[in-house]
């Protein structure tokens, strides 16, 4: 049987429960995950590329399926899955919403590079309101982001937004 690698990618600013339901989803059905982080400088992200990176390393549990590797990366999504040796792209939909915007890069992404696949996953229903952007939102105005996101990342959350 061939090694299936599947990719996850994104902002990750920051890691939400939402994003590690669906790590934990992906790890069963692949032999290797790597969460690739988006170096976006350009949306000026919260937390560095090395914070976004630290918060999924100390949250994801070393023994649930399929290896995790956390790389960044930056350039088109599917020079990097290729590159990887993956050929399985994952992303969560939370609700319709999404589907525009994820349809429109599954079909950019395949016209790219018709051997890679991007594979939906749905999260938690407890998970399907919660973005990064929410959450960030919240925490900025002061309201309480603790079941969201790992304890850690809340605490972040809090020294960065109101040092
Ligand atoms: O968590 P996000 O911010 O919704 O993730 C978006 C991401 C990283 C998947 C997307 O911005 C991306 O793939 N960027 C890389 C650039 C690229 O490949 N663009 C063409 C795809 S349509």
């Not at 350039?75 to 590159?83: A, E, S, W, Y």
Request: aromatic share 6%; proline share 4%.
């Amino acid at each position: 049987m061939t090694e299936k690698t599947a990719v996850y990618p994104g902002s990750f600013d920051p890691l939400t429960n939402g994003h590690l339901d669906i790590i934990a989803r992906a790890r069963r059905l692949c032999d290797r995950l790597i969460l690739a982080v988006l170096v976006n400088d350009e949306k000026k992200p919260l937390f560095t590329v090395e914070e976004r990176i630290a918060m999924i390393c100390d949250n994801v549990a070393s023994d649930g399926g399929a290896p995790v590797e956390v790389l960044e990366f930056s350039g088109l999504l599917v020079d990097f899955t290729q590159r990887v040796g993956a050929r399985m792209i994952v992303r969560g939909l939370r609700a319709v919403s999404d589907f525009e915007y994820e349809f429109q890069m599954a079909l950019m992404n395949r016209r790219l590079a018709p051997a890679v696949e991007t594979v939906f996953l749905m999260a938690k229903e407890e998970y399907s309101y919660v973005s990064s952007r929410l959450v960030k939102e919240v925490a900025r105005l002061g309201g309480d982001v603790t079941s969201l996101t790992p304890p850690a990342v809340a605490d972040a959350l809090a020294r960065r937004l109101h040092r």
